[in-house]
Structures are given as structure tokens and as C-alpha cells.
């Protein structure tokens, strides 16, 4: 008689499936201990190689009796490094360097493959701001560093708190650095606020400008501490700015209709001509129309700033001041005041255009600020708040392109003259 096999009943699924997760547990942890023994090797093998190199290019230097000054000298003691590959245990070799220097001091070997002081790579380190500004608290840093893969023991929350007090030291340092022979031909601001409470003072707001190099690079230049954007604020900065040696004036400025700081930058960079931001203009003239007329008036406004020429976009600007004059006379008058100062774009390369018609650099970087600050309970430090921006903009920089046609910067930054975008002829 022919029997069938029965099929697989849940129990014997489920018995299955948990045999093989621990399987597949076992694989993993045996290809991690791999993994972290690689680069265990190659990180000795690195330092090596490094103090080998030291002492053979040293080897003719000797003393009155012969011998060599430098030579290698066993090892240092293990050392736990936390790496991307999880914690890796070391024995640098040690270097006996018997020479003296102009001052009489001995000379000491440092290590660049591993220097004296390192805990914890780049890697690790650069995760810590962002895992903060995500709301995650000190005591909880070892258990979301676990679940990213990388081993999360050495920090414990004193080291994340002298973490944040080095963070604040390179914010403090990098606030009064020199800038003699900076040139930037465009410069963006934004008065950036925060839901950290400041005592009396309420939110908290965050001066930031970026600014766009003569090769087309995109700099922070400065974050600073705010009073509601209001112009001595403003000219405070910009006047520390120049003094700091940041003399050349930018050729555009891009913001949004903040009078503080445009108050300012007339005072301080007189010839530097103003474009607003059409992405906070939009939404200022939506302020003064019903939720029905929202998504025609965006539409609209839209036709202006995206004209392929400046006489189109100035018909358009026409055409919505004639749609809305009438019925939304407050929306109008929030568009025409700023006429001029909304179409300047026009006047500078077509390939710039997507990065001077608004303030997005600084507000793309910042969203993930205010995302932190959000989580935040209580009053917060300005300090605290300001060098976190700060190591922010350091993560995001790494990541910020050039701009397009970054060429034609330099030609801007000459005076060459565009129409509609266009290099005029000569």
C-alpha cells in the first residue's frame, strides 16, 4: 500500500526555524570574530610596518660609542580599541628614541596609524552626535551602538559627557578662528529656532550662514547665538565676521524676509546685492489665504520663480498681483514688496539658480537639529545646543556637494555680468 508523507506540521516549523536562527547565530558570530581578527592583524601589521620604516630611516644616527639613537623596544601594553569591526585588543610596538631636540627635550615617537590617545575610531565617534541629536540619552549609547553592529562598551555616560564637553571646546575654537584671505561670493542666512527652553529668554535661536567659495565649495561660517534675528544680533556677527578678517564682500546674499539682517548687511557689506527666499516667501503669502485658494496661489507663485527668462517671470509676477490684488490684498502686498530683491537670481548663472533662489542648505541641515530639540525636556544649555549644530554641520559637510557649474563662480566673483542667467557677451 502506498502511504503518503505527512506534511510538515507548526512544531516541527517552528522547531526548524529555531534551529536554524541558531545556526545562522553561530555563523554570524564566528564570521564577526573573523572579521574583527582581520583587521586585528592588519592593524599590527600597520604598526609594524610604521615603526620599522621609523627606525631604518633613522638607523645611521648614532652616539659617541657606536650605538644606534633609535631603535625598537618590545611593546606597550594591550590597549582596547572600539572599531567599526567591534572592540580590537593591541600591543603597539615601542620606540626608544634616544635623540634631543633644539630645547634639550628627547624626541618621542608618535604613531599615526594609531595615535597615543585613540579609544575609539572615527567611526564610532562621529555616530555619538548623531545618535544624540536622535534622542537617544547617555545611558542608552552601548544598546543602540549594539544594534548598529559596533560595540558600544567604552562609552559609558561620563565619556559621552566629556564627549559633549569636547564638542563645545571645538565649537568655541572654531567660533574665533581667522579668516583673512576668505572669499565667499555667495552667502546664505537663517535664524534657526529651537524647542530647548532658555529660562526667560524662551526658544532658543541659532544665527547660522553658510557661504559658496570662489571655486563653487560650500562653507559653514559661522553659528552663533541669536536674539530673534533682530538686526543687532545680525550686526553683531557680521561685524565680528570682518574684524576676524572676512573683508571681501559676498556678491549675493540669500534669506528670507528677516529685516534684522538685512538691515545689517547693508551696513556691514553694502555692496552686496539681496535675493529672498521663495520658499519662505510662498509660504508668508499663503498665511494670508484660506486653505481653498492655498494650492492655486503655491501654483502660481511657482510660474514666477521657475520663468525661464526675468520677462517672464515678471509677467507672472503680474499675473498673480492681478489674480489676488482684489480679494487677498494682504497676499499681494507680500509679494510685491520684495519685487526686485525675489528676481535678483536672474542676474546670476542659470546653473546657481536651484542653489540661490532659497535657503535650503541651511534649513536641510538643520532638520535634523530640530528633531533632537524636540525630544529635549526641561531647559537646555545654549552652549549645548550651539555645539551640537555644530558637530551637525561638521557630519552634514562631509556630505555637501559643489555647485553646479561651480566654474562660474569665479566669474561672478569677477563681475562678470549674466543676463537671464546667460554670460553676456563682452
Excluded at 45 to 73: F, I, K, P
Excluded at 188 to 205: E, K, P, T
Excluded at 417 to 423: A, P, Q, V, W
Aim: one cysteine or more; aromatic letters at 8%; hydrophobic letters at 40%.
Amino acid at each position: 500500500m502506498h502511504h503518503t508523507r505527512p506534511g510538515p506540521t507548526r512544531a516541527n516549523f517552528e522547531a526548524t526555524f529555531c534551529m536554524q536562527t541558531v545556526a545562522d547565530a553561530a555563523v554570524d558570530s564566528l564570521l564577526d570574530r573573523l572579521i574583527r581578527e582581520g583587521a586585528r592583524r592588519m592593524l599590527t601589521a600597520a604598526m609594524e610596518s610604521e615603526v620599522e620604516q621609523y627606525v631604518q630611516a633613522h638607523a645611521h644616527l648614532r652616539d659617541a660609542e657606536g650605538r644606534r639613537l633609535v631603535t625598537r623596544n618590545g611593546r606597550m601594553p594591550r590597549r582596547i580599541v572600539q572599531t567599526q569591526a567591534g572592540p580590537l585588543e593591541v600591543r603597539q610596538p615601542r620606540v626608544n628614541d634616544r635623540r634631543l631636540d633644539e630645547a634639550g627635550d628627547r624626541i618621542r615617537f608618535s604613531s599615526k596609524v594609531l595615535p597615543k590617545y585613540l579609544r575609539k575610531t572615527k567611526v564610532v565617534e562621529d555616530l555619538v552626535p548623531w545618535l544624540y541629536l536622535k534622542g537617544i540619552s547617555t545611558n542608552d549609547f552601548p544598546e543602540a551602538l549594539g544594534a548598529l553592529g559596533l560595540d558600544g562598551s567604552g562609552l559609558s555616560p561620563n565619556s559621552v559627557t566629556r564627549m559633549k564637553e569636547h564638542w563645545r571646546q571645538e565649537w568655541f575654537d572654531w567660533s574665533r578662528r581667522r579668516l583673512e584671505g576668505k572669499r565667499y561670493v555667495y552667502l546664505w542666512a537663517d535664524g534657526v529656532y529651537f524647542n530647548i527652553r532658555l529660562g526667560d529668554a524662551g526658544r532658543q535661536c541659532v544665527l547660522v550662514l553658510m557661504g559658496a567659495t570662489e571655486r563653487g565649495v560650500k562653507e559653514l561660517i559661522a553659528i552663533s547665538d541669536g536674539h530673534r534675528e533682530n538686526a543687532s544680533s545680525w550686526l553683531e556677527l557680521l561685524r565680528e565676521l570682518r574684524e576676524r578678517g572676512l573683508e571681501c564682500s559676498p556678491k549675493l546674499a540669500v534669506g528670507d524676509g528677516s529685516l534684522g539682517f538685512w538691515k545689517a548687511l547693508a551696513e556691514v557689506y553694502p555692496d552686496c546685492r539681496q535675493q529672498r527666499c521663495w520658499v519662505h516667501k510662498t509660504w508668508n503669502i499663503l498665511g494670508y489665504l484660506p486653505r481653498t485658494r492655498q494650492s492655486a496661489a503655491k501654483a502660481d507663485a511657482q510660474q514666477i520663480w521657475m520663468a525661464a527668462t526675468k520677462g517672464e517671470a515678471i509677467a507672472a509676477f503680474d499675473q498673480f498681483l492681478r489674480v489676488y490684488q482684489n480679494q487677498y490684498p494682504k497676499a499681494a502686498a507680500c509679494l510685491e514688496k520684495d519685487r526686485d530683491e525675489l528676481l535678483a537670481f536672474y542676474d546670476f548663472p542659470v546653473e546657481h539658480w536651484a542653489h540661490v533662489r532659497t535657503t535650503n542648505p541651511i534649513e536641510s541641515t538643520f532638520a535634523t537639529v530640530r528633531l533632537r530639540t524636540a525630544k529635549t525636556k526641561g531647559s537646555g544649555s545654549r552652549d549645548a545646543c550651539l555645539s551640537l549644530a555644530f558637530k551637525l554641520c561638521q557630519s552634514a559637510a562631509k556630505k555637501w556637494r559643489p555647485l553646479n557649474g561651480s566654474s562660474l563662480v569665479a566669474d561672478v566673483d569677477a563681475g562678470v555680468k549674466f543676463i537671464d542667467g546667460i554670460r553676456r557677451a563682452a
